[in-house]
């Protein structure tokens, strides 16, 4: 039935209804696919109101330009163009915030997920079920896309996400799925905005008595484009699933932060015994460890800490001049306090760690204040 919009009993004009399905996709250098993708998608979809949101992390082969000229003759495809945030969850997490359909699809652009059983997750979540999952791991399929190595490490992470969460699913590591916008709504704040696994979150928010169905399908191999797993996903699940078990208490970003501080202090100890044992005055030794150390966690973190946010070129080089600038007066405080105590009476080891411990609690709150976003802008 047409709806018509009024204002004061005037007819300002007919207004379509809102779809019954809103697919997400989260898009990175996918210009080669979505035209394909999309192809399939209006085929599949027939018979339902549905609209797509191509969500993209400012690609830089320009996916957002194909799809805007796809969405000129099509108006049911929208695009969201993310600049200056990077994330498979963000990008899903506000697609789905900004669709218009009580229910919620979720897809990868790389053609590896089979759109043909998008129809059957929609009459699940109809029939009632809040999750509806295309899950890799049941029969008459099983997973055989991944390079053995890859399906290692994505069956290793189904393992431990099967004992993290209440809910008994074959594949809580799906990126296929449906389920209810509103329950999305309700957990929005609490969810992860960074990493890959954006099922394994929500159902971790969603609590026990959730009603799940799984649909079996076969994954496909990827035909164009390059697969973004690599080592980072690991780390982002690792630290999604610290999170999880500390209640948010724990800091995402300080988890890395203090590992890549770890390495530099070992880095920096022995630094200072390879220039103590030439014979180097312990307040040169001490500044010489601080100032390298500094440079290497500053890349570090640079690689790992902040990711999303990574300084590349000219942004690398102004990050480290920035970071250097703040991190002045905490190695000044590192070095003064190292002394102070190495020449009351402590240990070198002691003053050693002591004037690290102090520079690099400085060295994160400058970071997470200024450093990187200042070094962006």
Not at 14 to 24: E, G
Not at 56 to 63: E, H, N, V
Not at 148 to 171: K, L
Not at 336 to 353: D, K, N, Q, R
Request: net charge positive.
């Amino acid at each position: 039935m047409d709806v018509f919009l009024q204002i004061d009993g005037a007819k300002l004009g007919q207004v379509l209804q809102a779809p019954d399905v809103s697919v997400i996709i989260p898009t990175l250098n996918e210009r080669d696919n979505v035209g394909m993708l999309i192809g399939h998608l209006i085929a599949t979809l027939h018979g339902l109101n549905w609209e797509v949101i191509f969500v993209d992390d400012d690609s830089p082969d320009r996916t957002v330009e194909v799809l805007r000229d796809i969405g000129r003759t099509e108006p049911r495809i929208r695009c969201i163009r993310r600049v200056g945030r990077r994330g498979l969850a963000g990008a899903c997490i506000e697609g789905m915030l900004a669709a218009q359909a009580d229910i919620v699809a979720v897809m990868d652009a790389d053609l590896q997920h089979d759109h043909r059983l998008l129809p059957d997750l929609v009459a699940a979540i109809r029939q009632g079920n809040d999750f509806a999952i295309a899950t890799r791991y049941s029969l008459p399929y099983q997973e055989t896309a991944l390079s053995p190595c890859r399906s290692a490490i994505s069956r290793i992470g189904t393992f431990v996400a099967q004992r993290a969460i209440s809910a008994r699913i074959t594949d809580p590591m799906s990126g296929f799925f449906a389920t209810r916008r509103d329950l999305v709504e309700a957990m929005a704040s609490r969810l992860n905005k960074q990493g890959f696994k954006i099922l394994f979150d929500i159902l971790s928010n969603a609590g026990p008595d959730v009603r799940i169905a799984e649909l079996p399908y076969r994954f496909a191999t990827r035909s164009a484009g390059e697969s973004k797993m690599d080592h980072r996903v690991a780390l982002q699940f690792l630290e999604l699933l610290v999170a999880k078990a500390t209640r948010g208490v724990v800091s995402l970003r300080l988890i890395f932060f203090v590992l890549v501080g770890v390495a530099g202090l070992a880095l920096h100890m022995a630094l200072l015994v390879a220039a103590l044992a030439t014979g180097t005055d312990f307040a040169r030794a001490q500044a010489t460890a601080t100032v390298v150390t500094m440079i290497v966690n500053f890349s570090g973190n640079n690689l790992v800490t902040y990711r999303d946010q990574r300084l590349r070129g000219r942004g690398f080089l102004r990050g480290v001049l920035i970071y250097s600038a703040l991190c002045s007066l905490g190695a000044a405080v590192n070095v003064g306090i190292a002394t102070a105590l190495f020449t009351v009476a402590g240990p070198w080891w002691v003053a050693g760690l002591a004037g690290a411990f102090v520079g690099g609690l400085w060295n994160y709150v400058v970071t997470q204040a200024l450093v990187w976003n200042r070094a962006r802008a």
